[in-house]
């Protein structure tokens, strides 16, 4: 039998709590300082113990299943479901001590992603959801609430987010792209975090989100919250979001907003 997603949303909650426990106690108060002089670097040491925390988590429960992290984690597992984990997303906030920083994991059920956990706790918050059964927002008070994008926003006035790759060529393309958009939309955030980018989409806090170069981890959990709250994910040209190009919006300005993306080349380089 397949497992149920609420059970997967459950056990892939328990893991991001115990790793988002770990990034708070365990961050080392000197790390920007630690992660510029030391060989192995610290932020990589913290992402890798998350990852292994999360692994360990779920393993425990569901001994078969395979996994796909960024720290390494790449295993087929026998039961169909796969976790894609993304240990840190937000490296250079949770290194800077900026609190827009998260831990996300998705579980796919023979490829497809059917629950999803973004959980910020610097933000006191954890974005939740299930294939079918709707995005929410839970806050460390214990309150919960339904997500929903904003609907009909023209792209003249979205707030749209968007991120950067690390290589320099790639940055000089985004950000001759990012030149060109901008004088066509209300303005651009940068953010930091793919993730937490698409659950603000998500929770009606930015009108849209763009990138290129975007690995499965970072997007597999927010990307089932920005489309069970209303949003379309995608890439250019009608195919699945990608490394190519992963954009998200209410449907209507998703439309608008790769008709212009494309036009600018955002695809390539
Ligand atoms: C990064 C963040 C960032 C995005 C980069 C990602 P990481 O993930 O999501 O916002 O612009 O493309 O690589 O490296 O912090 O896990």
Redesign the pocket.
């Known amino acids: 039998d397949a497992p149920r997603p609420d059970d997967l949303l459950a056990l892939a909650l328990e893991a991001a709590r115990a790793a988002t426990r770990l990034l708070v106690d365990e961050r080392p108060a000197d790390l920007r300082v630690t992660a510029k002089s030391s060989p192995t670097d610290p932020v990589t040491e913290m992402d890798r113990a998350s990852e292994r925390l999360v692994v360990e988590t779920v393993r425990a429960a569901r001994p078969g299943d395979g996994f796909f992290g ?1 720290e390494g984690s790449d295993s087929a597992g026998t039961t169909g479901v796969v976790w894609v984990v ?1 240990p ?5 906030n949770y290194l800077y001590g900026l609190p827009h ?1 998260s831990v996300s994991i998705a579980a796919e059920v023979d490829g497809t992603v059917v629950a999803g956990v973004v959980a910020a706790p610097v933000l006191g918050e954890t974005f939740v959801a299930t294939q079918g059964g709707g995005a929410f927002v839970e806050r460390a008070d214990g309150s919960r609430r339904r997500l929903q994008v904003t609907e009909d926003v023209p792209l003249e006035r979205a707030l749209v987010g968007t ?4 290589a320099a060529e790639r940055r000089a393309a985004q950000g001759a792209v990012l030149a060109r958009l901008l004088p066509q939309v209300r303005d651009i955030r940068r ?5 937490l ?1 698409l659950c603000d989409l998500a929770a009606g806090r930015l009108d849209a989100y763009y ?1 290129r ?3 499965r981890w ?1 997007t597999a959990a927010a990307a089932l919250v920005a489309r069970e709250a209303g949003a379309r994910v995608g890439g250019l040209r009608g195919e699945p979001d990608s490394p190519q190009l992963t954009a998200a919006a209410a449907p209507a300005l998703f439309e608008r907003l790769v008709e212009v993306l494309a036009g600018l080349g955002a695809d390539a380089g």
């Open positions: 960024e993304d840190i997303d937000g490296t250079v920083w991120g950067f790759g690390y953010n930091g975090s793919a993730a980018d990138e170069g975007v690995n970072d």
